[in-house]
């Protein structure tokens, strides 16, 4: 893919807007910017303001840092003169962020603090301690208890002071279905296949993956179609392994960062943990853990078939099953089409470097959910081939 706007004049501009934002909400204290937080979406760098340690986000255009490098917002002449208006605006991406912070706070969820918000730029106080992923890998055989251990606060997303939150600001930017329905439909979807992973893979590999990854889409832009399974619920939106910390360690509770809220299908939450951890799997690769993790990640999700009748249980599976592999997907294209003047999380280096199991574990789930297996039985397979992905 041409890329169109700069990594060097990018970083440095958002680097800059971070410093101004820090000197506007605290004149007269030291701002000494730190490491850079690699990322495809946004941009995130620590930050010490008056000797306090804190995180910045800044967010060009509510668009993925890739998609404005690959040119998707127009140059980058456009990109920085839209991006005033942008930042300031109460409907920005990070302006919804931080109030969202807010009120998960004030239902009782334990989150990261805004420490303040200015110029587009969202200041949040860091969180200690390990993550979800961490004491994953760290503890395999209680991959099963963690996982539930981490959607079981979100229950609080029901609440009035968090539904009313999600409703009127809501950041449908980070829904699994809405981010593959704008990447993968029309003429640009199929524009963007035809260039994926030209600065990532050899020419060969490249080819075979393109294959593959359309053959994958064009299923699951069927399979997504069947109807849901009730009434949209409050979701978290961006539940990833390491959105979850355990400041107190593995028996205590988790402490919540970059909520993206938005109403949706009652599955969407645990198939984001299911396909990230899936996926760190992929990357990662203890051996010796594999089998623990994934017979973990099936016990997190019978726990949750549990309250549901057989025949709404065999659905909420299928449907777990079709968002797992579309948020893979998504995350995954994204990581590819990443121009090479990016820097990535090492994650998602990794997976790129084993994209070709990736894509064996996508094409075959895929292929099993278009035959309309058993459900349950899709399931055992699914995870027959997500271990198979993690030996490779």
Known sequence: MTTVVDAADLLDFCSAQIQDAAFSLWPGQAAVLGALAPSVTGYVQQIE??????????????????????????SWEKVVAQQTAYAASPTSLLQREAAQLDALAAGGLAVARAAGCADGVLFTEPVS????????????????????????????????VVAEQADRA???????????????????????????????????????????????IARLLRLRLAPALGPAQVLYGDLKPEHAFFPDGPEGPPVFIDPGLQRGP??????????RTVLCLIAVTPPEGTTA?????????????????????????????????MDTTNITTTYLSAPAGLPLPEHAGAVVERVEAVCTLLDRVSALL?????????????????AKAATR
């Open 49 to 74: 303001v008056g000797g306090r340690p804190l995180f910045a986000k800044y967010s060009l255009l509510g668009a993925s840092l890739v998609s404005v490098m690959r040119g998707s917002c127009g």
């Open 129 to 160: 301690g390990p993550t979800l992923a961490d004491l994953v890998f760290k503890s395999p055989e209680r991959t099963g208890e963690l996982l539930g251990r981490t959607l079981r606060p979100l229950e609080v997303l029901q609440r009035p």
């Open 170 to 216: 809501a950041i449908n930017e980070r829904g699994i279905d809405a981010t593959f329905r704008r990447k993968f439909n029309g003429i640009s979807g199929r524009t963007y296949l035809d260039q994926l992973g030209t600065a990532r893979l050899e020419e060969r590999t490249q080819h075979g993956v393109a294959i593959v990854v359309r053959q994958v």
């Open 266 to 275: 009652a599955h969407a939450d645990a198939a984001k943990l299911v396909s």
């Open 293 to 325: 993790i994934l017979e973990g990640i099936d016990g997190f999700v019978q726990e949750q078939l549990r309250p549901r009748r057989r025949a709404m249980g065999g659905l909420y599976l299928r449907k777990l099953l079709v968002t797992w592999l």
């Open 370 to 386: 278009m035959a309309d297996a058993d459900p349950a039985a899709s399931w055992r397979l699914a995870l027959s081939h997500a």
